[in-house]
T-cell receptor, first 111, second 116 residues
Framework: GQNIDQPTEMTATEGAIVQINCTYQ??????LFWYQQHAGEAPTFLSY????GLEEKGRFSSFLSRSKGYSYLLLKELQMKDSASYLC????????????FGDGTTLTVKP | GAVVSQHPSRVICKSGTSVKIECRSL??????MFWYRQFPKQSLMLMAT?????????EQGVEKDKFLINHASLTLSTLTVTSAHPEDSSFYIC????????????FGPGTRLTVL
């Protein structure tokens, strides 16, 4: 199975940078995803890492270290609309490619 | 694009009734669809994996006779909550991938079920 840990809550200031960490223990690994979810809405895809290293996409970057079972999502130039829950999800290596989600990190951006 | 729709977006029903939720991939064929349930302030819990033309694979602890899944075509999967009870009240979300084990899951907007 998969075990995924991420902080429950974080607070940051508008315009700042915030890093949300995710650690995982898995029986099989085939990629790690980060999703953003606003209250009452479905998750939206942010990033995907399957190899070690940093993936940058605009204000958002995601890093993966498979040997350490560790990932982080980096958000730069924070905006008020970035206040949301951020979900770390690990995909297994079965044919179905199921993903197990962490409990999510609720980020609050303050003025 | 990759758009997934769900219908209805909200449903309120009486205890003991059955509710059907539809999940459609609008602009792509989805070989695999996933059904999740999310309780307030909790993460998504995978209920089942649905493949077109075959029986769904349920996660441990999910009653297959209570949560009936039908994936009749490459663009439609349905989840029927049978004999719903208040504890089934939750946010049900489907997702679809373009290929089996595809990189990205495209999520539907979710269905809020309230059982009175």
């Amino acid at each position: 199975g998969q075990n995924i840990d991420q902080p429950t809550e974080m607070t940051a200031t508008e315009g700042a940078i915030v890093q949300i960490n995710c650690t995982y223990q898995t029986s099989g690994f085939n990629g790690l995803f980060w999703y953003q979810q606003h209250a009452g809405e479905a998750p939206t895809f942010l990033s995907y890492n399957v190899l070690d290293g940093l993936e940058e996409k605009g204000r958002f970057s995601s890093f993966l270290s498979r040997s350490k079972g560790y990932s982080y999502l980096l958000l730069k130039e924070l905006q008020m609309k970035d206040s949301a829950s951020y979900l770390c999800a690990v995909r297994d290596n079965t044919n179905a490619g199921k993903s197990t989600f962490g409990d999510g990190t609720t980020l609050t951006v303050k003025p | 694009g990759a758009v997934v729709s769900q219908h209805p977006s909200r449903v309120i029903c009486k205890s003991g009734t059955s509710v059907k939720i539809e999940c459609r991939s609008l602009d792509f064929q989805a070989t695999t669809m996933f059904w999740y349930r999310q309780f307030p302030k909790q993460s998504l819990m995978l209920m089942a994996t649905s493949n077109e033309g075959s029986k769904a694979t349920y996660e441990q602890g999910v009653e297959k006779d209570k949560f009936l899944i039908n994936h009749a075509s490459l663009t439609l999967s349905t989840l029927t909550v049978t004999s719903a009870h208040p504890e089934d009240s939750s946010f049900y979300i489907c997702s679809a991938t373009k290929t089996p084990g595809g990189d990205t899951q495209y999520f539907g907007p979710g269905t809020r079920l309230t059982v009175l």
